[in-house]
């Protein structure tokens, strides 16, 4: 693999494409297909424990690489998070976390799965007034926020959506000043960006106050460019409608008929 003066891999020849055949994406792109090809080449020698842990496969691959993708050396920045992710998830256990480890955020009802948008990606709803920096324990809130994620990710198998990809709704009806948490929005990205790459698929803000402005001006700068892209703000129903049949919408939003129930013994 050749690399450019600037240290970037040489783009594969045109007219290279690469397909990964269960998940139907074909890799066009000369560089990202360059990129890609390293980052299963310096992966290789993984055991199948790491390969487990990590959920490597193709798709995985991909995501890092265009995670990366405007970073200059990109290919290697992508291998060593990739790496790093397989430590953390060893480490940190993601998928063993239980609602007893999270009691204080599960009696909120903050958030939940439930349903899907019209792409496919299940929905993992937040509201937002539901928080409250003043109360919640950082490390707590972050691991109920990497729980969310593990179970909205696990509802993809046996699904014809393959991209492994989740939609947030943040409902932001009656936000406020106590639920402006800087250092938990901080937290909640760098493990999201880090450890989640191109697994959200996309961000929809519903019904954002004018007070949320300040707040998106601080925050906006943190999250990586390619992310922004995918945030859609939504404020009212009838744009709602346009991402999420009413079905899939929950009562409180002004869908048919969901109301989300505490689990039992949390409230």
Avoid at 57 to 63: G, I
Avoid at 101 to 109: A, P
Avoid at 156 to 167: F, I
Wanted: net charge neutral; proline share 4%; glycine share 6%.
């Amino acid at each position: 693999m050749g690399k450019s003066k600037k240290g970037a891999l040489e783009p594969a020849p045109e007219g290279e494409t690469y397909k990964l055949q269960e998940y139907d994406i074909e890799i066009t792109d000369g560089q990202e297909l360059a990129n890609f090809r390293y980052l299963k080449e310096d992966l290789k020698d993984l055991s199948e424990e790491d390969k487990k842990i990590g959920n490597v496969d193709d798709l995985r691959f991909l995501q890092f690489t265009r995670a990366f993708r405007n970073q200059k050396k990109g290919h290697e920045a992508a291998a060593e998070a990739l790496k790093r992710t397989i430590e953390w998830r060893r480490e940190y256990k993601p998928l063993e976390i239980t609602n007893d480890d999270v009691r204080n955020e599960v009696k909120t009802g903050k958030a939940y799965h439930f349903g899907r948008d019209m792409d496919g990606r299940p929905a993992l709803w937040i509201h937002v007034s539901l928080h409250d920096k003043k109360t919640r324990v950082l490390e707590e809130t972050v691991k109920y926020g990497v729980m969310c994620m593990e179970h909205c990710l696990t509802q993809l198998e046996g699904t014809e959506y393959k991209q492994r990809q989740v939609g947030l709704v943040f409902d932001l009806t009656n936000f406020g000043l106590r639920n402006m948490d800087y250092d938990f929005v901080k937290e909640l990205l760098r493990c999201l960006q880090n450890y989640y790459p191109e697994n959200m698929g996309k961000t929809y803000v519903v019904n954002a106050p004018l007070i949320f402005r300040g707040f998106w001006a601080i925050v906006k700068p943190w999250i990586d460019p390619f992310t922004v892209q995918k945030i859609q703000f939504v404020n009212s129903l009838e744009k709602l409608t346009r991402y999420f049949t009413p079905a899939n919408i929950p009562k409180r939003l002004g869908g048919e008929s969901y109301e989300y129930q505490i689990p039992a013994g949390y409230e």
